[in-house]
Nanobody
């Protein structure tokens, strides 16, 4: 059974940095795409960034230039480096994976709080 486990969420100050990790219970090469989404209180879950098996990346406009998604196939882990954080980035961050038959898997989320 596929499991995704996020970690790295924390409380940081405005302008700070965090690195989130998403560890998969299976080889991440079995997924076509992996990515990060977030959900702030009272808002819908939104796209943050994705990376596909070829390494191509995509970002939401709100995080371009500040966030970087990467993957380590040897560790079956995807990362989200978040720099220059601001209070609008406060949310629960979820990892998502999509396999070759379009099944989707979600992690349980990790809380990121940015204080002003």
């Amino acid at each position: 059974q596929v499991q995704l486990v996020e970690s790295g969420g924390d409380l940081v100050q405005d302008g700070g940095s965090l690195r989130l990790s998403c560890a998969a219970s299976v080889s991440i090469l079995s997924f076509n795409v992996m990515g990060w989404y977030r959900q702030a209180p009272g808002k819908q879950r939104e796209f943050v960034a994705t990376i596909n098996r070829a390494g191509a990346m995509d970002y939401a406009d709100s995080v371009k230039g500040r966030f970087t998604i990467s993957r380590d196939n040897t560790k079956n882990t995807v990362y989200l480096q978040m720099d220059n954080l601001n209070p609008e980035d406060t949310a629960i961050y979820y990892c998502k994976a999509r396999d070759i038959v379009w099944r989707q898997y979600w992690g349980q989320g990790t809380q990121v709080t940015v204080s002003s």
